[in-house]
């Protein structure tokens, strides 16, 4: 089943396009966060514009935080306050492989090729952890390409140690992988392609206004907040623990809901009629 | 020799809500049969069919093919070929990017794909996105979809929607060679002249019964072999069987 989803995704002009989205997206934000406003901010490019580098903040290029947020796969610097291009791309990239197939009817073709069904789900997520972790690995040589980059091109040397951008790296692609997968659990639990895509929508939306609205109404962030899947992946991709999390349990948190989803997705393909 | 039938369904039925569906269908087709499954418009064939290939839940009776269910067979996807839904095609793939991944699902070897697409008349449109295919040609990629495992059965909802005359032809050929060869085919058409030319035997399902079974000879002889006379008849009859019922159960409830 793997290779015939991987030649099921390969086939449709809409996986080209979550990964040209992706790829593009990160490429857009990290050139612009981590070329364009360092030098906006040090009056490099547009001069001494008034006002500009006072609402720019100094930037330091040469900084270990600054540095890990370029390394962050998903183009978010670690900011948990906002949902990248990429991310929504990795998301989008699980919803079209769990969602094609029942919008054009070619489940049926596949139950009868696979009639217990689970190995389905199994054959899905294989070929959605390939893909997704091929694409995390092209997200990681742009945000390498992009520090290097800025590593050559200003004054600021390489303050992360090669161990930790590996591991950086490293908990990035199993990022993208998580996220892909929770994208493919709850296409394959909506059906509808058009369903998945707001109800998804609506998770990335609705998260961080949940926090916010809970830090509203507690003066604090509750530790129930935090175990939300975006937050989750931001968390598992930082170079520090929060105040709560560490980047470990993070992954294993969010490890957990995407189980959660893929058993819930299972089931419910092995009861329904097609 | 295994006398086993190649399709048997027995008590077969298929309860939605409150509604009946299926109620009590049975019908064997022995191998080197053609069986034409008839009826009207949600009688109950399409819902027959995709229990009998496990895609929908059996709420009673059984449905086997060789002696097993459908999710039972070791190959299914070399023991049975199936058109259904007009082939779950997606209208972006090409035939043949359509076939070569059928042939992946069946773990089936992908140097049957260009036979087929030949046969089915579609190599000079094997690479063009089904999109731009009529609904003739899609049919006949759901057919060649079906036939790429070798199978020994085929299960066949509606074949012959917007088959050009050529077309229809091919697939009279095709099921009668089939049969010839030993295979077992399940057909469901409204086209009954194509049934009277192909099948063997006939089941006739009104509101999710079995009206009428039994060889097409047998049954049609009161009608001088005429098929559809035998099919209105039928049908018909059915119906205000089925009306005057529901009248006499109103009225009850009226008292």
Same mark, same amino acid.
């Given at each position: ?26 490429? +857009? ?108 690995? +092209? ?104 105040? +709560? ?21 299972? +089931? ?7 | ?22 109620? #009590? ?131 066949? #909802? ?98």
């Amino acid at each position: 089943m793997f290779r015939a989803e991987l030649l099921k995704l390969r086939t449709v002009t809409s996986t080209w396009v979550a990964l040209a989205v992706g790829v593009i997206g990160l490429l +857009v934000t990290q050139v612009l966060l981590v070329t364009l406003l360092p030098a906006m901010a040090n009056g490099t490019i547009l001069g001494d514009e008034p006002g500009l580098r006072e609402e720019l903040g100094a930037i330091d290029t040469g900084s270990q935080a600054f540095q890990y947020s370029a390394l962050n796969l998903l183009g978010t610097g670690g900011s948990s306050g906002s949902i990248g291009i990429a991310t929504i791309a990795v998301v989008a990239l699980g919803i079209l492989v769990g969602t094609t197939d029942y919008r054009h009817g070619g489940i049926v073709g596949t139950a009868l090729a696979r009639p217990r069904r689970t190995p389905i789900l199994v054959g899905k997520v294989a070929a959605t952890s390939a893909t997704a972790a091929a694409l995390a690995v +092209v997200l990681a040589a742009i945000s390498l390409l992009v520090l290097l980059l800025l590593v050559w091109t200003t004054p600021a040397s390489l303050a992360v140690p090669i161990v930790d951008i590996l591991s950086s790296v490293g908990r990035g692609i199993l990022t993208v992988v998580l996220l892909a997968l929770l994208g493919l659990g709850i296409g394959m639990l909506v059906r509808s392609q058009l369903a998945a895509f707001l109800t998804v929508g609506a998770l990335l939306v609705g998260e961080p206004m949940l926090q916010g609205l809970a830090q509203l109404f507690t003066g604090s962030l509750p530790t129930w907040a935090l175990f939300l899947p975006v937050s989750l992946a931001y968390v598992g991709m930082a170079d520090a623990p929060s105040a +709560v999390l560490s980047p470990a349990i993070a992954l294993g948190a969010l490890a957990a809901i995407t189980a959660v989803v893929l058993t819930a997705a299972t +089931v419910t393909l092995r009861r329904r009629d097609l | 020799m295994d006398n086993t039938p190649a399709l048997a369904v027995r008590g077969l039925r298929k309860i939605y809500g409150h509604t009946t569906a299926v109620d #009590d269908v049975s019908f064997t087709v022995p191998r080197g049969r053609v069986l034409g499954l008839l009826g009207p418009n949600g009688a109950g064939k399409t819902t027959s069919m995709r229990m009998l290939l496990g895609l929908a839940h059996i709420d009673g009776g059984q449905a086997h093919i060789h002696g097993r269910p459908y999710a039972e067979l070791e190959n299914p996807a070399r023991t049975v070929g199936a058109v259904l839904d007009a082939g779950g095609l997606h209208p972006g793939r090409t035939a043949r990017q359509h076939l070569r991944i059928a042939a992946a699902m069946g773990g089936m070897d992908a140097s049957r794909v260009d036979p087929l697409l030949a046969e089915a008349g579609l190599t000079t449109a094997a690479d063009r996105p089904i999109r731009t295919y009529s609904l003739g040609m899609r049919q006949r990629v759901a057919l060649a979809t079906a036939l790429l495992g070798n199978p020994s059965v085929l299960v066949l #909802d509606e074949p012959a929607n917007g088959l050009d005359p050529a077309g229809t032809r091919w697939l009279r050929d095709l099921l009668l060679n089939f049969a010839a060869g030993g295979g077992a085919v399940l057909l469901s058409s409204h086209v009954l002249a194509e049934v009277a030319h192909v099948a063997d035997d006939i089941v006739v399902i009104t509101e999710g019964r079995v009206a009428g079974s039994g060889s097409i000879e047998a049954l049609t002889a009161e009608y001088g072999g005429d098929l559809e006379s035998y099919y209105l008849n039928l049908t018909a009859a059915s119906s205000d069987r089925a009306s005057s019922d529901r009248v006499s159960s109103e009225n009850e409830g009226v008292r």
